[in-house]
Structures are given as C-alpha cells and as structure tokens.
C-alpha cells in the first residue's frame, strides 16, 4: 500500500512544471482580447482584429520557441519575458517592431534581429 501511494520523482516533476505552451492564434487571441467581447464575432473578424494587433503580451506563459508570428506585420511592442526560449528566431516578418521584452528567459547568443530596423529597446536582462 505504501508503493501505491508514493510519488515519483517523476510524476512530482509533472506536477510542479507547467506544460510548454506554443505560440498561436488562439493563445495570442485568450491573452489579448476580453473573451465576452469577441464572442459575436464571427472567425473572420476575428482573425482580421488579431492581426492588426499593435501588442501582443506572452509572458510567464511557459513558451520554448518563438514562431508563428509572420501575420502580425503591424506589431510595435512584443512581452515575452519570463519564458523558456532559447533562440532569438522567428521574428523575420515583424518589420515594426519597437519593442522586444526578452528578459528573464533562456537566451545565450543576440542573434537574428538585424532586419528589425525600427527595433529601439530590447529588453534581454536575466538570461
């Protein structure tokens, strides 16, 4: 009985870490709209309010990998502070891009934001 019940360091390594979340439409739509506000939209509003998004804010939400941003041409201000991200990637469409929060995560080497030509601040702090 007391094999039954015992945890796992395993199981307890579950437990205590939280899920790796992929950026995507529907994560940046549940962190960036009231969700009551959009519910007499139809798919197509929608996405066309999403992608005019001028801030999108993905902090302490456990993200490993910058991607799928390619849509949000029109982004000035991108939090992705507090994550697990480990490259600098994935920015290459973000041509507006004012603002990186990037600190507080896993990052080793600057990389890849030479085309960011408007890019003022970028926060790199703790990694």
Known sequence: LEDENAITSKNLKLLQEPPVNEIDMKLIMKTSFEQDK??????EEKIDKLVKLKT????????KKIDKLDVFTQLETLY?????????????MLENLE????????????E???????LALLNLEDN
């Open 112 to 118: 890849n934001l030479e085309h960011l030509e408007n």
């Open 99 to 110: 603002y990186l929060a990037l600190n507080s995560n896993k990052i080793k080497k600057i």
């Open 56 to 63: 999108i804010c993905l902090d302490w939400m456990n993200i």
């Open 80 to 92: 992705l502070q507090h994550n697990i991200i480990e490259k600098i990637e994935g920015l290459d």
């Open 38 to 43: 959009l519910k007499n939209l139809s798919e």
